[in-house]
Each structure stands twice: as structure tokens, then as C-alpha cells.
């Protein structure tokens, strides 16, 4: 039975190996060349000027639902149209619902404003 498991325990072993053969590569063959704009801290482009803890717009965070919401439909979606054929109308209808709630949502987002930027 643990011979079935001999040629993943390998795999993982040369897996391993070669990440730290890597890193171990980089670190000893990289050049060292500090100076104050690669050790300075870098925030788009530009120094950092307000506390890191500020307090964000709730829009992103709206923004953030919005894609998690449609990446989750597409993730549904897609078993949902290989299988289309066998699950028929039954199928069907609950993914209608499904869109239907999501659709409903989003409206409701757009209607409120959310997505609108100043």
C-alpha cells in the first residue's frame, strides 16, 4: 500500500529541492547593490504621507463585493452549461432564480449609487 505513495513522496522531495536549490542560487549569486531608492518604501509611485491606518471609502469595499459577486456567477455558470442538457428545466429555472437575485442586487447597488465615483 505505501509503494502506491513512493512516486509522490519523490515528486514533493524534487519539489522541494529545486525551490530551495533556487532560492539558495539567488541569494548567493544576486549582486548587493543598496542604495536609498531601492530601500526606500514604495507606495504608487510616490512617498507614503498619511498613516497606513486610515480609514477607506466604503466604495472600495463595494467595489470588492461587486467583483467577488460576478466571479462567483461565472463560477457557477460554467458547470451549470456543461450539465444544462442532463439537469433540464428544473436546472434551468433554479439558475434563473440564481441570476434573477443577482441582477436584483445589482440594481439595487446601482440605484443606491454605489458604483458612482466622484
Known sequence: MLENYLPILVFVAVGIA???????????????????????????????FEDSRMKFDVRFYLVAILFIIFDLEIAFLFPWAVVLDKIGMVGYLSMALFLGILVIGFIYEWKKGALEWE
Do not use: D, Q, W
Open 18 to 48: 529545486v525551490g530551495v536549490v533556487m532560492i539558495t542560487l539567488g541569494f548567493v549569486l544576486g549582486t548587493r547593490r543598496p542604495n536609498s531608492e531601492k530601500l526606500s518604501p514604495y507606495e504608487c509611485g510616490f512617498e507614503a
